[in-house]
């Protein structure tokens, strides 16, 4: 495995702006400092970030162009973001100021949506403070918010203008935080094959012990994403590969109101998506077998029974990549073999998700 010394910044193909930088930085308060000193920037920070009181010392800082956040699931609505916008109002924000996102995702798509309708178009920089963030969603354009039940369905393509990594971030998360992260990055080895993701397995206990590992895999994620969304930044056809244990995952999360970290969520819906394609005939038992071994290190306590398989369906229907009456969703032939589907929500689908959950829930 490598250390954060041997990787390098490098930019990201954009038809938004063009392009954009990912900087891996050793130093965050002189990253902090320079860019309070090129403009008029405001800090939209998580206020679980320890960061933030350090933020609110600093001298060169306007301290009432620090605005904390609630990051929760709940907090990703138009209501929200309308208390946002009255606060950057009210301190005097202008089109030409800039928006420092600190935080996870929840974070960065509060800030990206905000930059994407405010005085049409805001520029905005990103400062990942999650593993998930770190590894995953910093690049790709996306941005989402939640609209009533429907997770993700408004959203814009408004990638920042550069993302700053700082790995020693991880060092105050909670295993919660770095499963979370780790599951994103799998379902991205995943995608590609099977090395990646048997190594992260391989060395799962040490990476919860030692974070400072997992810069490897962080660059690694960030690889794989950037090959496919630079061909496919919308995410019209190749992208789709990367919806890979979201469609289940998704459902998993809004059933029981997001208490299973996103990450873990999704480590379990490619497990499910794993087990449907075992028994679509698309994979092997002992292809499914190697992948579930490798998987299950990260797979949380959760059950779907009789009790909860129709809210589990009702929330699989809502998902905003199916077709008519069908589930969109990825399967797999094996590992770096995954292709989009679709599929009836019937009893037959019913009672393999439950028969899965009977065989390998924890």
């Known amino acids: 495995m490598g250390d954060l010394q041997m990787f390098e910044s490098f930019s990201v193909k954009s038809s938004v702006s ?141 990638p920042p203008s550069a993302i700053y990594i700082y790995m020693e971030f991880l060092d105050s998360l909670s295993d919660s935080e770095i499963k979370s992260g780790i599951g994103e990055m799998l379902h991205y080895f995943l995608t590609e094959g099977i090395e990646l993701a048997q190594s992260i397995s391989d060395n799962y206990e040490n990476l919860l012990r030692n974070r400072s590992g997992l810069s490897y895999y962080v660059n690694n994620s960030l690889r794989i994403k950037k090959e496919i969304i630079e061909v496919d930044e919308f995410d019209k056809s190749i992208r789709h590969i990367f919806n890979y244990g979201h469609t289940f995952g998704h459902a998993i999360e809004a059933i029981t109101n997001y208490s299973i970290p996103h990450g873990q969520a999704i480590t379990i819906g490619m497990d499910l998506a794993n087990y449907i394609s075992l028994h679509l005939d698309m994979l092997t038992i002992d292809k499914f077998n ?73």
Request: glycine share 6%; net charge neutral; with cysteine.
């Open 18 to 158: 063009g392009s954009y930088t990912v900087n891996f930085v050793e130093n965050i308060d002189n990253c902090l400092l320079e860019i309070a000193s090129k403009g008029d920037a405001f800090f939209i920070v998580d206020n679980n970030v320890e960061l933030l009181y350090e933020l609110s010392k600093k001298e060169q800082i306007n301290r009432d162009k620090i605005i904390p956040v609630i990051s929760s699931e709940q907090n990703k609505t138009i209501e929200y973001i309308q208390e946002v916008l009255r606060d950057l109002i009210s301190k005097g924000i202008r089109k030409d100021s800039v928006l420092i996102a600190i935080g996870g995702g929840i974070t960065q798509d509060i800030v990206a949506f905000i930059s994407t309708i405010l005085y049409r178009g805001v520029e905005w920089k990103f400062i990942p403070t999650t593993l998930l963030a770190q590894g995953d969603s910093c690049i790709g354009s996306k941005s989402s918010i939640n609209f009533d039940l429907y997770k993700n369905l408004l959203g814009t393509f408004n």
């Open 290 to 362: 190697k992948m579930h071994n490798i998987l299950q290190k990260n797979i949380p306590a959760f059950k779907i029974d009789a009790s909860n398989i129709e809210l589990y369906c009702s929330a699989l229907s809502r998902d905003k990549k199916n077709k008519g009456n069908l589930l969109g969703c990825i399967l797999t032939r094996g590992a770096g073999k995954v292709e989009k589907v679709f599929l009836e929500i019937d009893d037959i689908l019913r009672e393999l998700i439950i028969q899965y959950f009977i065989k390998y829930a924890h």
